[in-house]
């Protein structure tokens, strides 16, 4: 037995020491050697040098990505193009317990829909949150398509905390675009349809009663959540509403909604009529809707809008009579509309037509001042002259969809999905500058930080819609592929592959590293989901378990390697709570919790108290255990659940233990535990000899590391107690349990000794 668990303490005296480290052996090839090996180009190797991070450095930007029918979020780096995680959002994600403790559960149940729980969304478009129209790195929010949400994440932990239903629409796309400052988060329909929840009206009354809308949500940003009840809409006509943009700069105030059905076609194929691909492009125009969103505000607050499903809604007569709601012409089913960093003009692409057609806000508002209308629509809205609002048509190729901007003043790059390609141009000279092949059929593109006041420029990511044959192949489903795009110089070059194995990313966005600052650990006691601390939260010795009829609460802890209760006692029909805090302030010190076989799971970051809810509903014998590979002793980190029949006694008194270990075991286990003492020491030693109070993580591992060796003493009382009473058994367990204590401080201090020694800590007197 002392043989068996000596190994560890000699490994930790040798990392302790440092007689571990490995030996450098590099390689004899030259880097020419390697370019002739992997038949690579110079082009090949200035591309790759471009893009590579070194071991241990970090990405410039960091991108936030629609999961496309994940129903998550994908981030990852630039330039390394590194995935980071993926955020559960309208989906349950297993490994952060997303959807399988009771604090996530209450948020996808946010999401219910006509009290069904939705598990799966089709998610189009991240925005990250704005001050004064600068991405502040705040907050993430992005839509559901099919499920018309909007969920709101917050980035101080990469947590989704809320998810709301649109309560007027069936599907949405024009969301989520967030004004400068964030007050509002926009959601615009896209399918029309009836307005009043579960209503049915035949397709023949579509004029009549089908509506599209545009939904605003007021962000409450000091609680970092939508207020429902402050939010409402703008009905607009059955014109199949698609991409928004906010106003920003002279434009602040005001949207921008495209559509691209104002045909208002009915198909039915099925009775012989033309299908709806026909009919939705028949005419040349269709509708660019622009609303002043502020006035809108005003007018909801005067009590002018009408309820429906208990959403304020204001009619489009209102909107028409108070001056609120306009309309221009665009080229016929137009997609993207993208107001440009100052604020000035509007960039709408349409799919349908070879030119990117730029308006200016400046003739817009002229017109409406000078209340120069062409006509007015069928609904009444005044239409503004194509003529009167255009600033320029540029043609760019097949299939613009998307524009993003540059940090250089009027440079854009607008995606062209049928050539697939980006098409580099000047918005104000009106001429293209540059095109590059991406593959294949790109659909948004981004530039850093490209649709704020400040685009950072330097790179682009084209978001391509099919692979086809980049990757190895791994099936008829294909993955989507990201291509890194160099667009600091003249000429764009192409410089990385990423395939996107998660669902279609429709838009992404991405915000210089530095603007976020994530924590690293939680208040003791967190509800992660609210923010606020769990009323079921208890620190280390409060420990409870309670049973009150056929109800098991238990307030429990973790902390390496060790839960707290180490078994849990049940009748069959017991209903089980358990409310776990995990005590760590280690960095990266992430417990998991299951019970085997009741499909529950918990990710414990440090500080965080989760909630996991089951029946106990049949007898058995099941494991619970951390899923985190925590420590060297993880695995040990483990509890029973006993599920006992319905008034099972039991039969006969538990055998009386019989001893296992002798004084030379117990003394084995001193000597072990003086040993580790010597590391511990040593590694103490170091750490304070350098300036670590510099270093905040270093900090939290120290505090952790004392914690630990705070619990020697009363480990040591005991065990000495029980030699005193030539009690072996006893004695050596203490002496093992002191043993424990130290190995998990030991591995901290070595960690905190790592970390010093590579971020050049000075030596201090
Ligand atoms: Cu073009 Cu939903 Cu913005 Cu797809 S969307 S590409
Ligand atoms: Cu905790 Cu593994």
């Given at each position: 037995m002392s043989t068996f668990v000596v190994k560890p303490t000699v490994l930790l005296v040798a990392a302790g020491i440092g007689l571990g480290a490995a030996s450098t052996a590099w390689s004899a090839e030259s880097l020419q050697d390697v370019l002739k090996r992997r038949g690579l180009s110079q082009q090949d190797v200035l591309a790759a040098a471009k893009t590579y991070v070194p071991t241990g450095k970090r990405d410039e930007f960091v991108v936030f990505s629609s999961g496309g029918q994940s129903g998550q979020v994908i981030v990852y780096g630039i330039p390394s193009m590194r995935i980071l995680k993926y955020i559960g959002v309208f989906t349950p994600e297993p490994w952060q317990g997303y959807g399988f403790d009771e604090e996530s559960k209450m948020v996808l149940r946010g999401g219910r829909i006509d009290g069904r729980d939705m598990t799966w969304g089709d998610t189009h478009h991240p925005a990250i949150s704005e001050t004064n129209g600068q991405y502040d790195g705040q907050f993430l929010f992005i839509n559901d398509k099919a499920n018309p949400r909007i969920a709101v994440l917050d980035l101080r932990d990469f947590e989704t905390k809320q998810i709301v239903v649109n309560p007027i629409y069936k599907s949405e796309h024009g969301g989520a675009f967030v004004t400068t400052n964030t007050e509002y988060v926009f959601e615009a329909a896209q399918y029309p349809a009836p307005l009043e929840n579960q209503k049915f009206y035949p397709l023949e009354e579509m004029n009549d009663k089908y509506r599209g809308g545009m939904t605003y949500w007021k962000f409450d940003r000091k609680e970092g959540r939508i207020n429902v009840k402050e939010s409402f809409s703008v009905e607009l006509p059955p014109y199949w509403q698609d991409l928004s943009d906010a106003g920003k700069g002279p434009s602040e105030g005001w949207s921008f909604t495209n559509s691209f059905c104002s045909e208002r076609y009915v198909g039915g194929i099925e009775k012989g009529r033309p299908p709806y691909e026909a009919g939705c492009s028949a005419k040349d125009t269709d509708y660019l809707h622009v609303i002043n969103w502020k006035k809108a505000v005003e007018l909801v607050a005067a009590g002018k809008a009408k309820t429906i499903n208990n959403h304020k809604v204001l009619p489009i007569d209102v909107a028409v009579k108070e001056g609120i709601l306009f309309l221009v012409p665009e080229p016929k089913s137009p997609h993207g509309v993208d107001v440009t960093p100052d604020g000035k003009l509007i960039i709408v692409a349409g799919k349908l037509d070879t030119h990117v057609s730029v308006f200016s806000f400046e003739k817009i508002m002229a017109a409406i001042k000078a209340g120069k209308f062409e006509s007015k629509d069928p609904y009444g809205i005044p239409i503004i002259g194509m003529k009167d609002a255009l600033d320029k048509q540029v043609q760019l190729g097949l299939g613009p969809l998307h524009t993003q901007y540059d940090s250089k003043p009027c440079i854009a790059y607008t995606s062209l999905y049928v050539d697939s390609q980006v098409a580099k141009w000047d918005y104000c000279q009106g001429k293209v500058l540059d095109k590059l092949s991406v593959h294949y059929n790109i659909g948004h593109l981004m530039t850093m930080e490209g649709d704020t006041v400040s685009p950072k420029g330097r790179y682009l990511v084209a978001l391509n819609k099919l692979a086809i044959d980049r990757f190895v192949p791994v099936g008829p489903l294909h993955p989507q592929n990201h291509q890194l795009i160099d667009i600091s110089n003249d000429k764009m070059q192409l410089l990385y592959d990423m395939p996107l194995p998660l669902g279609e990313p429709h838009y992404a966005v991405a915000i210089e590293a530095a603007k976020l600052k994530p924590a690293v650990r939680y208040k003791v006691g967190t509800d992660s989901r609210t923010g606020l601390l769990s009323p079921d939260y208890v620190r280390a010795g409060e420990e409870v378990t309670t049973k009150t009829g056929n109800k098991i609460v238990v307030k429990g802890t973790l902390i390496r390697s060790h839960f707290t209760p180490e078994t849990i006692e049940a009748e069959v029909g017991d209903e089980i709570t358990l409310h776990l805090t995990n005590l760590e302030r280690a960095q990266d010190e992430t417990h998991g919790f299951t019970v085997s076989t009741y499909n529950v799971h918990a990710s414990l970051e440090p500080g965080k108290t989760v909630t996991v809810k089951f029946k106990a509903d049949k007898e058995g014998v099941y494991p619970y255990y951390c899923t985190e590979f925590c420590s060297a002793l993880h695995l040990e980190m483990m509890g029973y659940l006993l599920v006992k029949p319905?008034?099972?006694?039991?039969?006969?008194?538990?055998?009386v233990a019989q001893a296992v270990y002798t004084e030379a075991d117990y003394k084995a286990t001193l000597k072990k535990v003086a040993d580790t003492q010597a590391v511990i020491d040593s590694v103490v030693g170091f750490i304070t000899s350098v300036?670590?109070?510099?270093?905040p993580d270093v900090v939290a591992m120290v505090e952790d590391a004392t914690d630990q060796l705070g619990k020697i003493p009363e480990a040591k009382a005991k065990a000495e107690a029980a030699a005193a009473k030539k009690d072996w058994d006893q004695a050596n367990l203490w002496a093992e349990q002191i043993w424990q204590y130290q190995v998990k401080a030991a591995d901290l201090g070595l960690r905190a000794k790592t970390y010093l020694e590579q971020n050049n800590a000075k030596k201090v007197q």
């Open positions: 319905k008034g099972w006694k039991p039969t006969k008194t538990a055998a300036n670590y109070k510099d270093f």
